[in-house]
């Protein structure tokens, strides 16, 4: 059943910290009317756990127990509506039964804004939920049980569309370096130098762990100094300011996914150009090449003139469907 209004719905919501995207929809939830306790998904938020979790998110199983029977012994007497779960790559079993026994009223939710494959064990935890939704249609083939719901862009990526000649910067990437993603910015900024474009680079890692560990297992960081990478994250209210500042974005997904990542549906929110190596975004309702040119990750190459020529606006519904407001109701539903 689809769900319209959440007003006066009470929400346990679990997500991982990222870019504080996790505020923003428990924040947007709470503007629509819901009453929302939020945690963090995960048991450790240090930096060099969070860098382990990273190569081996099954290292933590007795510390994810605790915490969250905490978080349960906390809330027991809570009625809930909703328990909204995004990712769910530290939540035992034991803590989804357990749930389903304190708050049998309340609807399980599982949001996945990573491919299943990136998620160790995440698949034996689908039984317990009454939803599924993933980013990735190609999961969604495997698994019948799971509904295609796209990422979102939040309200301060609203934005007029603003076709001018001046831009600060010809194109800008704000993201975090993994997997060959810095092998493709490097081709990018080679390209860029040449045809003396201006660029933005705010190349995020998580620690200072996670570099020396890059540094000694991938080829393309062998050279690269640690000054390179910033170790602390922007904030949602400066991502928008660079990217309205940039003519094009570049977007660069993981070589595993075919998924949208939120940099991609937060050029539709703020109406901007869009240069990614995702073929897929081809099958989107979204698609317009006067919009969004594809390249080749391992052979780049850019149209100079997709830089010059105007962004061609969505309808209105399009428009909404990917807003936070509509992802909050389609997880839900």
């Known amino acids: 059943m689809n769900v319209t209004d959440i007003t006066g ?63 349960v012994e906390r809330n027991k007497g809570r009625d809930y509506d909703y328990i909204l779960i995004v990712k769910c790559d530290m939540t035992p079993v034991s803590i989804l039964i357990k749930l389903r026994e304190l708050f049998p009223r309340a609807k399980l939710c599982l949001y996945l804004w990573d491919s299943v494959d990136n998620i160790p064990g ?33 309200d301060q990526f609203r934005m007029p569309v603003k076709n001018v000649k001046e831009y600060a910067y010809d194109i800008s990437f704000l993201g975090t370096v993994h997997s060959d993603r810095y092998a493709v910015i490097r081709q990018v900024r080679e390209l860029a130098e040449k045809d003396n474009l201006k660029c933005y ?49 570049l977007d660069i997904q993981h070589p595993g996914q075919t998924g949208l990542t939120m940099r991609t549906v937060e050029m539709l929110g703020m109406n901007k150009k869009l240069i990614t190596t995702n073929a897929s975004i081809k099958e989107y309702d979204f698609y317009r090449p006067e919009n969004i040119q594809v390249i080749d990750r391992k ?23 990917y807003s936070l407001r509509h992802w909050i109701l389609d997880v839900l539903s």
């Open 9 to 71: 719905k009470r929400i346990l919501f679990f997500s991982p910290a990222f870019f504080r995207y996790e505020n923003l929809i428990a924040d947007k939830m709470r503007e629509m009317g819901a009453d929302v306790d939020m945690y963090d998904v995960r048991a450790v938020t240090g930096a060099l756990d969070r860098a382990l979790l990273k190569i081996s998110p099954a290292i933590f199983p007795r510390k994810s127990r605790k915490y969250y029977e905490s978080i």
């Open 122 to 154: 995440v698949a034996r935890k689908f039984p317990y939920f009454d939803t599924l939704h993933s980013f990735d249609p190609n999961d969604c083939k495997k698994f019948p049980q799971m509904q295609f719901r796209p990422l979102f862009f939040a």
């Open 201 to 249: 680079w705010f190349l995020y890692l998580q620690s200072r762990f996670i570099y020396r560990f890059y540094k000694a297992t991938k080829r393309e960081f062998k050279n690269v100094p640690e000054d390179v990478f910033s170790f602390e994250k922007l904030s949602s209210s400066e991502i928008s300011r660079i990217v309205d500042e940039s003519r094009i974005t």
């Open 299 to 321: 052979n780049v190459r850019i149209d100079l003139d997709f830089l010059h020529t105007p962004y061609e606006p969505l309808s209105r519904e399009l428009y909404e469907k």
